[in-house]
T-cell receptor, first 113, second 113 residues
């Protein structure tokens, strides 16, 4: 089945700097790659997603890139702010009928003011 | 995501007791999911259901049971057979087959002593 690896597990950046989180997946048939943000004690919330027919997608300070050949995708956050501090999860959906999302283990991002 | 509710927010049980976690959604979603979250482990799939009266085991189904008698409801029972039941449990839903975005409930933190 699908396996998603996420790195790094923790990341600290200075306010205003950029942050990059990377994920790799194993199933070349996977076709949907969302990123979720989870603040302490709260539910994960979708912040951006990308489908396999697109290489890059941006939404203000957040962008996701996808390299299907290498089977990896990345989250880029520019001009980081303290409120960006949270745990971020990547996920992949195997293109096999009704299979649910497979999640990475998460990255704890700390933005230092 | 406000259309998915989980109750209670905190739950305490003695070892050896079964306990049922509630998950309800009013989004008219066909698919529902249960995840378990432990520190550093990401989101692990327990069970999922793509349609009423049908459900499948996820990666860590042992010691858990579910039912899907109504489209809106997908309760999870943590049985005494689950060796380490203390965790944060998240319910999620999506429109159904072929859909992409998955919405999460607020979670239930279960503590078993």
């Amino acid at each position: 089945g699908e396996n998603v690896e996420q790195h790094p597990s923790t990341l600290s950046v200075q306010e205003g700097d950029s942050a990059v989180i990377k994920c790799t997946y194993s199933d070349s048939a996977s076709n949907y790659f969302p990123w979720y943000k989870q603040e302490l004690g709260k539910r994960p919330q979708l912040i951006i997603d990308i489908r396999s027919n697109v290489g890059e997608k941006k939404d203000q300070r957040i962008a996701v890139t996808l390299n299907k050949t290498a089977k990896h995708f990345s989250l880029h956050i520019t001009e980081t702010q303290p409120e960006d501090s949270a745990v971020y999860f990547c996920a992949a959906r195997p293109n096999s009928g009704n299979t649910p999302l497979v999640f990475g283990k998460g990255t704890r991002l700390s933005v230092i003011a | 995501d406000g259309g998915i509710t989980q109750s209670p927010k905190y739950l305490f049980r003695k070892e050896g007791q079964n306990v049922t976690l509630s998950c309800e959604q009013n989004l008219n979603h066909d698919a529902m999911y249960w995840y378990r979250q432990d520190p550093g482990q990401g989101l692990r799939l327990i069970y999922y259901s793509q349609i009423v009266n049908d459900f499948q085991k996820g990666d860590i189904a042992e010691g858990y049971s579910v039912s899907r008698e109504k489209k809106e409801s997908f309760p999870l029972t943590v049985t005494s057979a689950q060796k380490n039941p203390t965790a944060f449990y998240l319910c999620a839903s999506s429109v159904g087959q072929g859909s992409y975005e998955q919405y999460f409930g607020p979670g239930t933190r279960l503590t078993v002593t």
